[in-house]
DNA sequence: TATTTATTTCGTAATTTTGCGAAATAACGA
DNA sequence: TCGTTATTTCGCAAAATTACGAAATAAATA
């Protein structure tokens, strides 16, 4: 029988990505980590979703285990930040996925010259 | 108890989107659709990545129902197109998730590009 | 008409994901 | 020391995802 196609590994790191920010706490944790530029405990988490407190601990260790967050114990507590570096990596492997996009209204230098657009 | 918590309706949605694509079988589509701009049938795909036809009737469905995908019947072919308005929605939506990247030389406004520039 | 090709729907089995409670660990403060 | 708070690990059950084969549909063609 056929061999298994293999993925470009760009194809499978972007996959990656997407799994982890498929679910909507992962997704609300990193927005507001990158948001603000801010840290956070895992507590906070729970007060604010309103979730058990090992489903944070499994979230956030999903998300460290994906690179995208650091955490620094303080005591009691465990302060996660955002890994800078491979988040920015992800926004650039999304940012070819999607590949360039138009300006939008409020990006563009120079409105006027909008009028006569060639882009497709 | 405490109510659920409600989750802002760009969370969700960009979730949504990235549940959509953590699958490498779709992230594959929507990548060979957007690349070339091009279209392709579902045979192509079976062949090319070698799974079950109905396995990608299955994801294609998903693509479409997701909005990303447009078909157009052929015969007894059915053309897939990128839904180019989503997508760039979609775009639009990771790309203010992870926030302005420092900009790459090629994304510089310049004043040329955007001079014959229509789109919105 | 019979055959081939592309596709879909349906049912199914295997795997993954999700969220939780209980129990354990660790640091802090009364 | 004892109680509180934050966190993790573990096991479990429910739900979702995935891929497939079989059967059905539809169009083109020999």
């Not at 956070?40 to 407190?53: M, N, Q, S, T």
């Not at 994906?66 to 955490?71: F, P, T």
């Not at 507590?77 to 409020?106: D, M, Q, T």
Request: proline fraction near 3%; hydrophobic fraction near 35%.
């Amino acid at each position: 029988m056929a061999a298994k196609f293999k993925y470009n590994e760009d194809i499978l790191e972007l996959s990656n990505f997407a799994r982890v920010m498929s679910n909507p706490v992962r997704a609300y944790i990193m927005k507001k980590l990158s948001d603000m530029n801010t840290c956070c405990y895992g507590c906070d988490i729970v007060k604010e979703l309103r979730i058990a407190p090992s489903t944070v601990s499994q979230h956030l260790k999903e998300l460290k285990y994906a690179g995208l967050i650091q955490g620094v114990t303080e005591g009691p507590f465990i302060k996660y930040c955002i890994n800078s570096e491979n988040w920015k990596e992800a926004g650039y492997l999304f940012r070819e996925f999607f590949g360039e996009l138009p300006v939008k209204k409020e990006d563009i230098c120079d409105i006027k010259s909008v009028e006569n657009n060639n882009d497709i």
